[in-house]
């Protein structure tokens, strides 16, 4: 599991020291489901906290909030993570192929 401390980009949008913490679930994220949980948990983080943020900022500070998640990840968390993303786009696409 990875804490999200800070988000100096949501502060800068802010323009104020915002702080807050996080928890976001790291396990089994080489596997489809530990992957999408852990989307699930980083949009949650997201929303919490970019939710005093207004307008077309609010994309730039959940994005922001995304990045910061992905870099707090030990490279070997975060190429597992690739990878499985990058199988489940794959198996969607066929699946999207086969019902055509």
Do not use: H, W
């Amino acid at each position: 599991m990875i804490k999200i401390a800070t988000l100096a980009a949501a502060a800068a949008l802010l323009a104020t020291s915002a702080q807050a913490q996080v928890v976001i679930n790291t396990q089994n994220i080489d596997t489809p489901a530990g992957a999408q949980r852990f989307e699930r948990d980083v949009r949650k983080a997201a929303r919490s906290l970019c939710s005093a943020v207004r307008g077309v900022q609010v994309i730039t500070c959940k994005e922001a909030v995304r990045e910061e998640a992905l870099s707090m990840l030990p490279v070997q968390q975060r190429m597992a993570y690739v990878q499985s993303r990058e199988a489940r786009n794959t198996e969607y696409a066929a699946n999207s192929i086969d019902q055509a």
